[in-house]
Antibody, heavy 121, light 107 residues
Framework: QVQLQESGPGLVKPSETLSLTCTVSGGSISSHYWSWIRQPPGKGLEWIGCIYDSGSTKYNPSPKSRVTILEDTSKNQFSLKLSSVTAADTAMYYC???????????????WGQGTMVTVSS | AIQLTQSPSSLSASVGDRVTITCRASQGISSALAWYQQKPGKAPKFLIYDASSLESGVPSRFSGSGSGTDFTLTISSLQPEDFATYYC?????????FGGGTKVEIK
């Protein structure tokens, strides 16, 4: 059974870059597709972007110009970088596995536990 | 982006009640809709995909229906562990989007 674990700094200063890593266990990162999703405190869910087919990406236009998602197959990890952060980027960040098999589905059957990131000086 | 509007935003119900949550899409999405359950401090749990297909291991008291723009999630007999917030999500087109959530509380 695939399991996901997010890691990264819990506090980021405004204008700096948020960097998170999702470590995949119980399966190969190359066999599935992966997304980042966030949830501001007390609010709903927002899809940030995904990585699939050995490095192809799709991003939400909202933070798109600031987002980079990469994968590291040697470490079985994928990452999120969000540049020029503001207080509005304060949220719980989740990594998630796409439900699809050999085809990007767009739903998420396995989620990490999430990591809270606060943007503050 | 396709907008999803859930109603109600919250509801109070008793154990054993039948509960229905509605999700309306701003444009047609065929059957490309999923439902999730989220409990406080936890990640969302995948319940239903393709509007009506139950994810493996999800109790049969959960069911989904609808196509096009109007969808429902029904819990046939509410159990204590079902008190949570429920989200719909469309995967017809990118960017993927979620509804605002429906909080199911104990009456």
């Amino acid at each position: 059974q695939v399991q996901l674990q997010e890691s990264g700094p819990g506090l980021v200063k405004p204008s700096e870059t948020l960097s998170l890593t999702c470590t995949v266990s119980g399966g190969s990162i190359s066999s599935h597709y992966w997304s980042w999703i966030r949830q501001p405190p007390g609010k709903g869910l927002e899809w940030i972007g995904c990585i699939y087919d050995s490095g192809s990406t799709k991003y939400n236009p909202s933070p798109k110009s600031r987002v980079t998602i990469l994968e590291d197959t040697s470490k079985n990890q994928f990452s999120l970088k969000l540049s020029s952060v503001t207080a509005a980027d304060t949220a719980m960040y989740y990594c998630a596995k796409d439900f699809g098999h050999q085809l990007l589905y767009g739903t998420f059957d396995i989620w990490g536990q999430g990591t809270m990131v606060t943007v503050s000086s | 982006a396709i907008q999803l509007t859930q109603s109600p935003s919250s509801l109070s119900a008793s154990v054993g009640d039948r509960v229905t949550i509605t999700c309306r899409a701003s444009q047609g999405i065929s059957s490309a809709l999923a439902w999730y359950q989220q409990k406080p401090g936890k990640a969302p749990k995948f319940l239903i995909y393709d509007a009506s297909s139950l994810e493996s291991g999800v109790p049969s008291r959960f069911s989904g229906s609808g196509s096009g723009t109007d969808f429902t999630l029904t819990i046939s007999s509410l159990q204590p562990e079902d008190f949570a917030t429920y989200y719909c999500q469309q995967f017809n087109s990118y960017p993927l989007t979620f509804g605002g959530g429906t909080k199911v509380e104990i009456k």
